[in-house]
């Protein structure tokens, strides 16, 4: 699949992996080595003044390292998955006009498939189909999951059945193309690459990460996620955002509302995140092209990447 945009890099490294893994650290050491640039794709670090939640670098490590698809909305602000792919190949064809190594770190797998494969865009919004849709799930919860399994299994066995949005997408495209969006996502997967990658995935032991998991969260909590939410709320975000769903905040919010104890934060926040890194292990796991690697071997990874960016693989 040609593009008809500017020209992007001929080589990118991909580096994916669960949440917690060490992604962060291993693409900042690459990039050290290869002058190279940092595409985030993550889909919380997107979001502006949402920072003890979302594991963003830190600022020494923005100030050494350039990153992009990092702060570039406020949490109220609309941002979907065809944004960051937009944003990201405009970061590419940007490091590719500079003659800079591009690296694409973080672990929502829809943003990598969509930069590597492309984006299945499909039939636009139909708000009097969602209406009709959320109105039948308020009245028999559960509704549209089961109905999903039934017109498309393949779809629903891949989405979550609390994640609303993507339920509604799939079944308004049914709806609207008379096709599952599955087999358009199938046959969208056979268009020509726009670059050649090589992914490599952080694969740890279960308890490595989920200790990594434990530590991680005890930091946010301790580092003031829930007063963090709470001055967003004053500045006036509404609670009901989208951006605020993110795991960490979710609980947060609950923590603010009362309906969440305060010194059952931690393992609340700690559970969601354990069950969100088996899902983005699952998939990346079912991705042929994603090989594994350790976290620790970064002198291995350093021979994967400069094998990349010298033309050798």
């Given at each position: 699949?040609?593009?008809?945009?500017?020209?992007?890099?001929?080589?990118?490294?991909?580096?994916?992996?669960?949440?917690?893994?060490?992604?962060?650290?291993?693409?900042?050491?690459?990039?050290?080595?290869?002058?190279?640039?940092?595409?985030?794709?993550?889909?919380?670090?997107?979001?502006?003044?949402?920072?003890?939640?979302?594991?963003?670098?830190?600022?020494?490590?923005?100030?050494?390292?350039?990153?992009?698809?990092?702060?570039?909305?406020?949490?109220?602000?609309?941002?979907?998955?065809?944004?960051?792919?937009?944003?990201?190949?405009?970061?590419?064809?940007?490091?590719?006009?500079?003659?800079?190594?591009?690296?694409?770190?973080?672990?929502?797998?829809?943003?990598?498939?969509?930069?590597?494969?492309?984006?299945?865009?499909?039939?636009?919004?139909?708000?009097?189909?969602?209406?009709?849709?959320e109105a039948e799930d308020r009245v028999e919860p559960g509704v549209l999951m089961r109905r999903l399994a039934r017109v498309d299994p393949p779809a629903a066995a891949r989405i979550h059945p609390n994640d609303r949005v993507r339920?509604?997408?799939?079944?308004?495209?049914?709806?609207?193309?008379?096709?599952?969006?599955?087999?358009?996502?199938?046959?969208?997967?056979?268009?020509?690459?726009?670059?050649?990658?090589?992914?490599?995935?952080?694969?740890?032991?279960?308890?490595?990460?989920?200790?990594?998991?434990?530590?991680?969260?005890?930091?946010?909590?301790?580092?003031?996620?829930?007063?963090?939410?709470?001055?967003?709320?004053?500045?006036?975000?509404?609670?009901?955002?989208?951006?605020?769903?993110?795991?960490?905040?979710?609980?947060?919010?609950?923590?603010?509302?009362?309906?969440?104890?305060?010194?059952?934060?931690?393992?609340?926040?700690?559970?969601?995140?354990?069950?969100?890194?088996?899902?983005?292990?699952?998939?990346?796991?079912?991705?042929?092209?994603?090989?594994?690697?350790?976290?620790?071997?970064?002198?291995?990874?350093?021979?994967?990447?400069?094998?990349?960016?010298?033309?050798?693989?």
């Open positions: 699949m040609k593009s008809d945009g500017p020209a992007l890099p001929d080589r990118v490294l991909v580096i994916a992996g669960p949440t917690a893994s060490g992604k962060t650290e291993l693409a900042a050491e690459l990039a050290r080595r290869f002058d190279a640039e940092i595409v985030s794709a993550d889909s919380r670090q997107v979001y502006r003044h949402m920072d003890v939640g979302t594991a963003k670098p830190c600022a020494e490590l923005l100030a050494e390292i350039r990153h992009h698809m990092i702060e570039v909305v406020d949490p109220d602000e609309p941002f979907d998955t065809a944004t960051w792919c937009e944003g990201a190949r405009a970061a590419l064809a940007d490091l590719h006009a500079r003659g800079r190594n591009a690296i694409v770190c973080g672990g929502t797998g829809l943003y990598v498939r969509s930069l590597v494969q492309g984006l299945f865009v499909g039939p636009a919004a139909d708000a009097g189909l969602r209406a009709r849709y339920i509604v997408r799939a079944l308004e495209v049914h709806e609207l193309t008379g096709r599952p969006i599955s087999s358009w996502h199938d046959e969208h997967r056979l268009a020509q690459r726009p670059f050649r990658e090589v992914s490599v995935m952080l694969d740890l032991a279960r308890d490595e990460l989920y200790r990594r998991i434990d530590a991680r969260t005890e930091s946010m909590v301790h580092g003031g996620l829930v007063d963090e939410l709470r001055r967003l709320r004053n500045r006036g975000y509404a609670a009901d955002l989208r951006a605020f769903d993110a795991i960490g905040y979710r609980e947060a919010g609950l923590c603010l509302d009362g309906r969440l104890a305060a010194e059952d934060l931690v393992s609340a926040i700690a559970r969601s995140t354990r069950r969100y890194a088996k899902r983005q292990l699952v998939w990346l796991r079912g991705q042929a092209r994603c090989r594994p690697v350790a976290p620790h071997d970064i002198e291995r990874e350093a021979r994967v990447a400069a094998e990349l960016f010298e033309g050798r693989s």
